[in-house]
């Protein structure tokens, strides 16, 4: 469960869940939907939502977690999911700062701050044929299972 979980096929769009929250099992993840997805000449867009796991861990890996996030075609960047940290403030800075990191490098990154603005998000901007990954070890894969409406727990609240 939650490791490169194939969830199904919304819209025309592919879902995939995954437990990912480490930068090198990040990178796994997209290098592994980019050689499975995109057979070919294939251009099928890779959309990866992405929520950290612990704000130090985070900072302590930044510039790994950019590397890695980048071989996405989108990032999606909620913030980050705080186990057994209290500051909402700096979970939702270092999203920010990856979001910022990424687009610098000129990747199309955004931050998101709710689930439900993550599931709205993914309905109204992708297309069929593209490939949605959900990574992190938090709530991230709720998305996928929670009816319709606000997504109760830590981010929607």
């Known amino acids: 469960k939650r490791r490169f979980e194939h969830i199904g096929i919304r819209n025309g769009v592919t879902l995939i869940d995954d437990y990912a929250h480490h930068p090198s099992e990040v990178a796994a993840v997209l290098s592994t939907a980019q050689s499975l997805c995109r057979p070919g000449l294939s251009r099928r867009r890779i959309w990866c939502a992405f929520q950290p796991h612990q704000v130090l861990r985070t900072r302590r890996l930044f510039d790994e977690f950019v590397a890695a996030l980048s ?81 109760p727990g830590h981010l929607a609240g």
């Not at 940290?85 to 910022?100: G, T, W, Y």
């Not at 687009?103 to 599931?119: E, S, V």
């Not at 309905?123 to 069929?128: A, I």
């Open 71 to 151: 071989l996405a075609d989108r990032v999606l960047v909620l913030p980050a999911f705080t186990a057994r940290e209290a500051d909402q403030a700096s979970a939702r800075e270092v999203s920010r700062e990856l979001v910022s990191h990424l687009t610098q490098l000129g990747c199309r990154a955004r931050m998101l701050t709710t689930l439900d603005h993550l599931r709205e998000t993914m309905e109204t901007l992708t297309r069929p044929g593209d490939i949605f990954l959900t990574l992190g070890a938090g709530d991230i894969g709720r998305i996928h299972y929670e009816p319709e409406g606000r997504i």
